[in-house]
């Protein structure tokens, strides 16, 4: 039965090689997945996006790439003069390879398939292959409602397929075009780490993977991580268009191109709770 619906929102804040944040929150309990830009243009961003006063209960590191934990030890900070010693959960593997620069106080260790809380949001680990030591992507579920935030993994795999299936928003890597990034100025050893099966995904593989997890709750999907050099939102979003298209999903599925410069206007699905 039914008790009460609640509205989830997704904003994501920036993304991209130069920094990445999402929030994700119900208005009583929210997280940061990643917090790879300043805090001060995390907060501005938060906002600007009318979000200045949601709740900020937790902060999901994927992996310790600076342009996913370079704010992590100055976001600490502010937060505990904001009244709350705010954890930041990420795995050891993680948390071995930060910075020291990074290294927020308060880290609490997670594992890959191992789900927990914060607050009354289940949070689900999952791992990703991307080239350092023990990388995560992340499930979020309030009521009935999982939400997922997806990037830095260079190929698709079963497991991730599987846990977008019935998500309701997906934030969802779309890396780089594979003619550009090999015709482009790049150094033949990033171009072969960025194409690699721990780099990152062009958008032919996110289409496979967006092919594979696509299910029939899909409302929003936001493409993210789009590198400046080797995409375009354009390519990005007709090769998403033309996945949902053939699914017959067009209409339904509201698709979105991640910045790095602004944040996106919230999405926000409803929950069911019980
Ligand atoms: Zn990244
Ligand atoms: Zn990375």
Known sequence: MTLFTRDLTVCVLSSGSAG???????????????????????????????????????????????????????????????GARVPFFCTAGTRDGLDPRCHPDGVEVIEAGQAFRVKHLIIEPMPVPHDVRDPVAYRVIVGDTPVAVVTDLGKPTALVARALRDCRAVVLEFNHDEDMLLDGPYPYPLKQRIRGNHGHLSNRQAAQLLVDGLGPRLDHLVLAHLSEENNTPHRAMSTARTVLQDAGVLGRVQVQVASQHAHLAPITVSSRMW
């Open 20 to 82: 990445n944040a999402t929030y994700i929150g119900d208005g009583r309990a929210g997280v940061l997945v990643d917090c790879g830009l300043a805090t001060k243009q995390i907060l501005a961003r938060m906002d600007a996006a009318g979000l200045g006063d949601a709740p900020i209960d937790g902060v999901l590191l994927t992996h310790e790439h600076k342009d996913h934990v370079g704010g992590a030890a100055v976001l600490g900070r502010a937060l505990a003069r904001r």
